[in-house]
């Protein structure tokens, strides 16, 4: 076959306009190069639209509920009645626009860049077939297409009407029962939000507790609040098949499940195979997108975001799509650095954490301390009562006397782990954190109670 000859050239193309790639593009054009963005879903991505925005808003109602149930045990006596539609309402006037990217699209022509809305694949160095139309980039190519739902291989499910994340946002209704598969951030927060507005959940995770890439402490905790409220939990828990006959049928070894719904939230993939990278060299099969410090994947070409596997956080998007941008635009700036990348998952209570568990410091050969304080013996725990389950959990390179990871786990726990991402990302001693004013009486204060069990090597065990 031919190769189409070049009927366009531009300074850069971005191939993938989700949280990534519209940073990208739309900081490039703002510097003044004539910038191609091709997306063939929303400009965006799924954050905006099925993902971090929308079930924030989802989880925000959720706690609202459980907040008023709390109140006869402090404050009187209060009844709730659900409405999903007020949610669903939300979703689609406040975050999506009905799921209806226009204003980000012209956000990003308004900066003075180009958008197709089709798919893009790379045809070389610094060359994109676009629409068939063969576009060249002087300066390059930013590739960040993000990722997919991962379905399991699980015989007759892919038959089946099930749900991924973003049929459950965009849901008018909630089902009287679901069954999620899948103990990870996004499986539990849906899991959660539903069982408040009145669904029977239950959660099948296949590894041996919730949260597995978490501290195992964060794990027990979670696990406890959801069964507490209900909801059914089973880990190490083998799917055999699936069926569905107006309702779903999961089968386990030793019990079948039925439910209204079934959730699939077992993480997300890359896809790479039709994104033409053989013609630059890369490996089309490979699980992501390999980049060096300043997201450089290869000749002319960058990457960002979910495809270069260092985590789907649109945290970690927006900013390895600034380090591209400098690097395409030859400014100086710091090179990418993974140490302390922050996460949380938005369950009741919010699970934070930073750097390494202590599983992962061991691992790594570290002589590691750690240390576990529970939020409800904190004065600011005890004060809050009701909803006040939660943990910080430290740990520290006895070595170097530096933190390394955390964990903090609590009503407010992803705020209070701003805190410590700050700590593990400014190589903070701990002999400094030891000796901070913690505010009297807050929720960060608690990691001064997990700082107070150091001993003259590093940190104990509670």
């Known amino acids: ?52 925005i929308p079930t ?10 459980a907040e008023t149930r709390r109140v006869d045990a402090m404050a009187g006596s209060a009844h709730v009645t659900p409405d999903w539609g007020k949610v669903a309402q939300r979703i689609r006037t406040e975050a999506t626009d009905d799921w209806d990217d226009q204003v980000a699209v012209d956000r990003f022509t308004g900066h003075g860049g180009h958008f197709v809305r089709d798919r893009a694949q790379l045809a070389g160095p610094g060359r994109v077939l676009v629409g068939g139309e063969l576009v060249e980039a002087r300066r390059g190519v930013v590739l960040a297409t993000g990722t997919v739902p991962s379905v399991p291989p699980v015989p007759g499910l892919a038959d089946t009407p099930y749900w991924t994340n973003r049929d459950a946002v965009r849901t008018t209704d909630v089902p009287t029962s679901m069954v999620v598969l899948g103990g990870g951030a996004i499986g539990l927060e849906l899991a ?46 083998q799917v055999d098949r699936v069926t569905h006959d107006g309702r779903f049928t999961v089968h386990l070894p030793d019990r079948t499940l039925t439910a209204d719904r079934l959730l699939v939230a077992t993480g997300r993939r890359v896809e790479l195979a039709d994104l033409g990278l053989d013609t630059v060299g890369l490996d089309p099969s490979a699980r992501a997108v390999a980049v060096d410090e300043h997201l450089r994947a290869g000749e002319k070409l960058w990457a960002a975001g979910d495809v270069t596997g260092h985590g789907a956080f649109t945290h970690v998007a927006t900013y390895q799509a600034k380090i591209a ?64 389950e939660g943990l910080i959990k430290l740990v520290v390179d006895a070595g170097s006397g530096l933190l390394v990871g955390a964990t903090s786990a609590g009503p407010a726990g992803g705020e209070v782990l701003g805190a410590l991402a700050v700590a593990v990302h400014g190589h903070v001693p701990v002999e400094r954190l030891q000796h901070m004013i913690y505010a009297y009486p807050t929720f960060h204060r608690g990691i001064e109670d997990a700082l107070a069990r150091l001993d003259g090597r590093g940190l104990t065990r509670e």
């Open 1 to 52: 076959m031919s190769t189409p000859t070049t009927e366009r050239t531009v300074d850069v193309v971005v191939i993938g306009m989700g949280v990534a790639g519209e940073a990208a593009a739309g900081g490039l054009a703002a510097a003044g190069l004539d910038v191609l963005g091709v997306e063939s879903d929303l400009v965006g991505g799924e954050c905006p639209y099925w993902g971090c």
């Open 56 to 65: 924030k808003m989802m989880v925000r109602a959720a706690g609202l509920l």
């Open 192 to 237: 959660q939000v539903f069982a408040r507005f009145g669904a029977m959940v239950t959660v099948v995770e296949v590894a041996d507790r919730l949260l597995a890439a978490e501290e195992p402490e964060a794990s027990t905790l979670v696990q406890e609040v959801l069964e507490a409220e209900g909801i059914s939990v089973l880990t190490s828990a």
């Open 325 to 388: 941008v400098r690097d395409i635009l030859g400014e100086p700036g710091p090179p990418a650095e993974y140490d302390a990348v922050p996460r949380v998952t938005f369950t009741d209570p919010e699970v934070g954490a930073v750097g390494l568990t202590e599983a992962q410091a061991r691992d790594r050969g570290l002589d590691v301390r750690a240390a576990l304080t529970q939020v409800p013996s904190s004065a600011r725990g005890w004060l809050h009562k009701a909803g006040n």
